[in-house]
C-alpha cells in the first residue's frame, strides 16, 4: 500500500509571504492547500486566548509605535530567559485588538513586510472558524494545529491555560473530534491536563533540539529529562499511550555536523515509528538563514538555497507532517 503523503501545516499561516499569524496569511494558506494551520496561542490580560508566536509582541506588531502603550515596556522573565518589550498578558483583548500584525523577519522577507501594519491581531476563536469555514469553501477537510505557548508561565500570574482552552475548544465546536484538531506544546503538563478534561484529538509533545522543558525543570530541576533524553529509545517509551506523537526540530532528523552537512537521516522517527508514535517536524524554510550549511547558496540569507535537497532528507526519514512557511512549496513538493 503506497504510503501518504505527510501532513502539510501551513506554520502560522504562509508567513513567507505574509506576516505570521494575519488573517491573509491564514486565508493564502487554506488557498494554497494546507492541510491544517498552526496558530500559536498566549494569554491577553482579561483571558483572552490570543494568536501571537510569543507574549512578548514588539517584533510582530506596531505596539512599539504606539505611544498610548509605552508605559506598558517591561523587562520579564520568561521560561528562564529575559526578556525586555511589550507583553500579551498587561493588554486586554480590546487592546490587542487595535493592533496591527508585523513582518518578525522583514530583514529576510521584505515582500511580506510590505503588507506591516494592515491587519489586526486574531484571536484562537477566529482562527478555528477561519479553518472551518476554509474547509466549506475548498471542499476538502482543513485541520488546525494548536500550540500552546508558556503554560507554566502563564500559570504563575494566575492563568490556567488548559481551562482557558477547553472553554474555547468546546464553545467553538472543535473538542469533540469531528473536527481534524491537534494539540502540542513543548510542556507535556498542559497536554495531560487537556487530556483529562477530555478534549479529542491528537496530542503532540514539541521537542526542541537541545535544553529541557520549562514546565518540567520547574518541578523537578536537573533531574528532569532533557529533549534530547526524550527523543532517544529509552525516553519514547516513556511516552507511549501519553501522547499520539512528537514534534521535532529538523535538526533532531538532519543532524548537521560542525561544518553544517549530514550523512542522512537520524533514527528518530524509525524509533519513534517503531513505538507506535506519529513524528512531525518543525520547520521546512527554503531561504538560506534557515537551511543547514551544505545547502546554502549564494545570494545572501534572503534567497532561497539548495531547499529541496533538504527537504528530501526529512523526507526521506518518513515524517508524517511537516510545517512550512511557502505553503504552496510544501504542498508540492512533499505531496509529489
Request: net charge negative.
Amino acid at each position: 500500500m503506497p504510503r501518504r503523503h505527510p501532513l502539510v501545516i501551513g506554520h502560522r499561516g504562509a508567513p513567507g509571504y505574509r506576516p505570521e499569524h494575519s488573517r491573509s496569511s491564514y486565508a493564502l494558506a487554506f488557498e494554497m492547500g494546507v492541510d491544517a494551520v498552526e496558530p500559536d496561542v498566549v494569554v491577553s490580560k482579561d483571558g483572552v486566548l490570543v494568536v501571537r508566536h510569543e507574549n512578548e509582541i514588539s517584533g510582530t506588531t506596531d505596539v512599539a509605535t504606539r505611544p498610548e502603550f509605552a508605559d506598558r515596556h517591561a523587562t520579564k522573565y520568561v521560561d528562564g530567559a529575559e526578556l525586555t518589550g511589550w507583553f500579551t498578558e498587561d493588554f486586554t483583548w480590546d487592546e490587542l485588538s487595535t493592533l496591527r500584525c508585523r513582518e518578525r523577519i522583514s530583514d529576510v522577507r521584505p515582500t511580506s513586510a510590505s503588507f506591516d501594519d494592515e491587519q489586526p491581531v486574531l484571536r484562537l476563536r477566529d482562527v478555528l472558524d477561519a479553518a472551518r469555514d476554509a474547509s466549506l469553501e475548498f471542499g476538502r477537510e482543513i485541520g488546525v494545529v494548536l500550540e500552546i505557548k508558556h503554560a507554566t508561565y502563564f500559570a504563575a500570574i494566575g492563568w490556567d491555560v488548559a481551562g482557558l482552552v477547553d472553554a474555547e475548544l468546546r464553545e467553538a465546536g472543535w473538542a469533540s473530534g469531528e473536527l481534524p484538531l491537534t494539540i502540542e506544546s513543548f510542556e507535556s503538563t498542559v497536554l495531560f491536563a487537556l487530556q483529562e478534561r477530555g478534549i479529542r484529538g491528537s496530542y503532540v509533545y514539541l521537542l526542541e533540539d537541545a535544553g529541557r522543558p520549562f514546565d518540567l525543570f520547574s518541578a523537578h530541576g536537573k533531574a528532569s529529562l532533557t529533549y534530547r533524553q526524550t527523543a532517544a529509545p529509552e525516553g519514547l517509551d516513556g511516552l507511549v499511550g501519553r501522547v499520539d506523537g512528537i514534534s521535532v526540530d529538523k535538526r533532531t532528523i538532519l543532524r548537521p555536523d560542525r561544518l553544517g552537512r549530514t550523512a542522512g537521516p537520524s533514527r528518530v522517527v524509525a524509533d519513534a515509528h517503531d513505538r507506535g508514535l506519529r513524528v512531525f517536524t518543525w520547520t521546512c524554510r527554503p531561504e538560506n538563514r534557515f537551511l543547514i550549511g551544505q545547502f546554502r547558496t549564494r545570494g545572501g540569507p534572503g534567497s532561497f538555497g539548495d531547499w529541496e535537497s533538504e527537504w528530501a532528507v526529512i523526507r526521506e526519514a518518513g515524517v508524517d507532517g511537516v510545517f512550512v512557511d511557502h505553503p504552496d512549496l510544501g504542498v508540492e513538493f512533499f505531496r509529489a
